[in-house]
Each structure stands twice: as structure tokens, then as C-alpha cells.
């Protein structure tokens, strides 16, 4: 098990910048592969983001290719997000999820994270 708490968020205009940050607990922090999820009012969990344990494969959702970029820093057990050119339909809460055993072909997979943070709220004014 590893605790996990973002932040960073907050209300940014259209256009603006956001970095998102994840801590982690734990000392195998390496071990997990970490992915980013938003949830926007009255929508379901979508995917945002993934990265692997030694950052060597990233993936994003088509609707933030270019504009987001996942990295972490295993010294500091600590993933981020960074949100450029943000749009108003990226507006929601923004949560960071964890697995050990997650593999490559299913790191978009919402049901396969087995830890989760409480979410942090991003707010894109137009």
C-alpha cells in the first residue's frame, strides 16, 4: 500500500499553466507505476496520464497529447503533472493513482490502480 496526496491545483485562465504534484509514502515508491485521472461534474473518471516505474513510457489521453507532460522523481517519491495551454474542458478534479502490478498494456485502465489520492481541483476560467 502507498499513501498518496496531490496538490497544486487551483483556478488558472484559459491558456495559463498548472503543475500538479503527487507525494508518495513508502520506500518502494520506484516499484509503482503512476498514472493521473480527472473527473469533471457529472462525468465519469477519465484517464489523463501514465508513467512507468523507471519513466521510461509515458501515455496520454488524446485530449492532452501536447499539452500535458507526465514525469516523476523517484528520489523525491513524488510524481507531477505539468498542464499547459489549459482549456476550460479541463476543468475537474484531477486525482493520482498507483499499482505495483500494473502492466504497459493496461496503464490506462482506471480499475487497475490500486491506490488512490484524494484529488485536487482544477478550475480553467474562460
Known amino acids: 500500500q502507498v499513501q498518496l496526496v496531490e496538490s497544486g491545483g487551483g483556478l488558472v485562465q484559459a491558456g495559463g499553466s498548472l503543475r500538479l504534484s503527487c507525494a508518495a509514502s513508502g520506500r518502494t515508491f520506484n516499484s509503482y507505476a503512476m498514472g493521473w485521472f480527472r473527473q469533471a461534474p457529472g462525468k465519469e473518471r477519465e484517464f489523463v496520464a501514465a508513467i512507468g516505474r523507471s519513466s521510461t513510457y509515458t501515455f496520454y489521453a488524446d485530449s492532452v497529447k501536447d499539452r500535458f507532460t507526465i514525469s516523476r522523481d523517484n528520489a523525491k517519491n513524488t510524481v507531477y503533472l505539468q498542464m499547459n495551454s489549459l482549456k476550460p474542458e479541463d476543468t475537474a478534479v484531477y486525482y493520482c493513482?498507483?499499482?505495483?502490478?500494473?502492466?504497459?498494456?493496461?496503464?490506462?485502465?482506471?480499475?487497475?490502480?490500486?491506490?488512490w489520492g484524494q484529488g485536487t481541483q482544477v478550475t480553467v476560467s474562460s
Open positions: 493513482a498507483a499499482d505495483s502490478r500494473i502492466t504497459i498494456a493496461t496503464m490506462r485502465r482506471l480499475g487497475e490502480y490500486s491506490n
